[in-house]
């Protein structure tokens, strides 16, 4: 009962929509901290998802609370958990490699194309229906990630040097894998509290990417500081202002609601590669990023209407 009153508490204080918008700027910033890294894209995955979780550690160890749900954790939520873990491993391996052979425009509108995945998975697994005028959302918003990432392709010659096929194809890699980790959280944020949910999946996702590091050879350690602000800066904004945000707010907001509003991130990190990367997105972007935002808002909308229908 005392989690639920808790839980009641934090949602009066902070409405779980403005806690999406945080968690959407929070993620736009990733792309571009990626790609001022100069580390391998398994390295950065790894630090990314390990000082995320030694930021959390301590808090979810501290709270009596959240101690005694590690106990309580039935074995089959351990395993969905574990399970959840892998697969956002596998998000973020795949998706940061693929921003070293595609824009940032394109591997992020791609990497969010999880919203198909999601639809059919909620409605298969988590037995959440989706309306005529969600659907719609979707689909305007899948349009506007096509249009923006075909924007790139067109203009070829800003890709010099980069295999932007391949590139995409990552990224869609990561949009399957995040897809089945937002699931996941859907479904045992229902009965799990945050902390401790979101330090067995981080604490899953930190080994298997420790796993692939050592497995291809790549040094732990020898980086210079200005690498390891970076790690740290993706931690504690895309981190834990972002995915961490995102599953409390999977508590409260249906799963496709919050995949297709994280479509936002594409603009977001497209602005971004403007300002600090000099990536300067071509008028077919634009126009694609115009098209994501109406589907963000269609979607939006039609859970607005659903709710006061159902009061």
């Known amino acids: ?38 580390a391998p894209s398994l390295v950065k995955a790894l630090y990314r998802v390990v000082f995320t979780t030694a930021f959390l550690l301590p808090v979810a160890l501290y709270r009596s609370t ?28 795949s998706w940061f490699e693929s921003l070293r052979w595609t824009s940032v425009a394109a591997s992020v509108t791609l990497v969010q194309a999880q919203p198909l995945f999601v639809a059919a998975g909620a409605w298969a697994w988590l037995d959440e229906r989706v309306t005529r005028r969600t659907a719609a959302g979707i689909a305007v918003a899948v ?23 391949y590139g995409n194809a990552l990224a869609v890699l990561g949009a399957v894998t995040a897809a089945g980790y937002v699931l996941a959280g859907r479904s045992l944020r229902q009965r799990l509290p945050l902390l401790p949910y979101v330090t067995v999946v981080y604490v899953t996702c930190a080994a298997a990417l420790l ?42 907001v249906e799963s496709s609601v919050v995949s297709v509003s994280l479509l936002g991130e594409p603009v977001g990190s497209t602005l971004l590669a403007a300002l600090l990367l000099a990536e300067y997105p071509t008028p077919v972007t634009l126009l694609g990023g115009a098209v994501v935002l109406l589907g963000v808002w269609l979607t939006a909308s039609a859970r607005r209407s659903a709710d006061a229908s159902a009061e």
């Open 1 to 38: 009962m005392s989690r639920l009153v808790a839980a009641g508490r934090l949602e009066e204080r902070v409405p779980p929509h403005v806690a999406l918008v945080v968690a959407i700027l929070a993620v736009s910033t990733s792309a571009v901290l990626v790609e001022w890294s100069r």
């Open 66 to 93: 959240d101690r005694a749900a590690f106990t309580e954790i039935r074995p089959r939520d351990l395993g969905v958990a574990v399970a959840s873990g892998v697969a956002l491993a596998i998000h973020f391996a």
């Open 143 to 165: 349009v506007g990630m096509l249009v923006m990432s075909g924007g790139d392709l067109l203009a070829g010659a800003a890709l010099t040097g980069k295999r932007p096929l």
């Open 211 to 252: 796993a692939a590091t050592l497995t291809r050879g790549y040094p732990l350690f020898a980086y210079p500081p200005r690498e390891w602000l970076l790690f740290l800066a993706m931690a504690a904004g895309p981190g834990l202002f972002g995915h961490t945000v995102l599953n409390w707010v999977l508590a409260h």
